[in-house]
């Protein structure tokens, strides 16, 4: 079965940290970019990130540029949110999705995991 697994969440105060990491199970994610979202309650799936299958191009949601970093390891073949200076509004279940380019839209991946829960408060 073709999935991906994130990983990373949790609970975080407001200011501070978290990494996410991004797997595939069934196939290597290393010829796929990589996209990050979310999606908070009562709200539409959001773009946040997406890398592209070199890394050598990525994308960033305005919200988040400057806070988050993507990053891919192939030889680990995992890719990597950076999450810093969180805040409450960034809370939300992030997912990551493989697709054949780099965009901030969720139309054009082809694989999907299943979430990890994002939660920042104090």
């Known amino acids: 079965q073709l999935q991906l697994v994130e990983s990373g969440g949790g609970l ?3 200011g501070g940290s978290l990494r996410l990491s991004c797997v595939a199970s069934g196939f290597t994610l290393d010829y796929y970019a990589i996209g990050w979202f979310r999606l908070a309650p009562g709200k539409e799936r959001e773009g946040v990130s997406c890398i592209s ?4 191009s990525t994308n960033y949601v305005d919200s988040v540029e400057g806070r988050f970093t993507i990053s891919r390891d192939n030889a680990q073949h995992t890719v990597y949110l950076q999450m810093n200076s969180l805040k409450p509004e960034d809370t939300a279940i992030y997912y990551c999705a493989a697709g054949m380019a ?3 839209s969720k139309w054009g991946y082809d694989y999907w995991g299943q979430g990890t829960q994002v939660t920042v408060s104090s």
Request: glycine share 20%.
């Open 12 to 14: 975080v105060q407001p």
């Open 53 to 56: 299958t070199s890394g050598g």
């Open 102 to 104: 780099c965009s901030r």
